[in-house]
């Protein structure tokens, strides 16, 4: 299983796209996407499971994960240059 955070944005979702051009369709898609407003760009890939990055984290911790993970890219990010959250942008 590949894991792609962030994507479901404009960039993840591209790296999704890739990954299913070269026939992998194992990937976890971590993503914060309460809106649906990135519902588009997940529409025409193919993924394992979607989960929201609040419970990707807790899975993470307590273990919870599979154990045959080959890859994480880590493309999850806070696009608000303006963000002053100092726990948020943590």
């Given amino acids: 299983m590949i894991i792609v955070t962030g994507g479901a944005g404009l960039i993840g979702s591209a790296v999704v796209w890739k990954l299913n051009g070269r026939g992998v369709d194992d990937i976890l898609i ?28 807790q899975k993470l911790f307590d273990g919870r994960l599979s154990d045959n993970i080959e890859s994480i890219i880590h493309l999850g990010a806070c696009t608000d240059t303006t963000e002053t959250d100092k726990e948020y942008l943590y």
């Fill in 30 to 57: 971590v993503d914060h996407n309460p809106d649906g407003d990135k519902d588009d760009n997940l529409a025409a890939l193919k993924y394992s499971q979607y989960i929201d990055k609040s419970d990707f984290l």
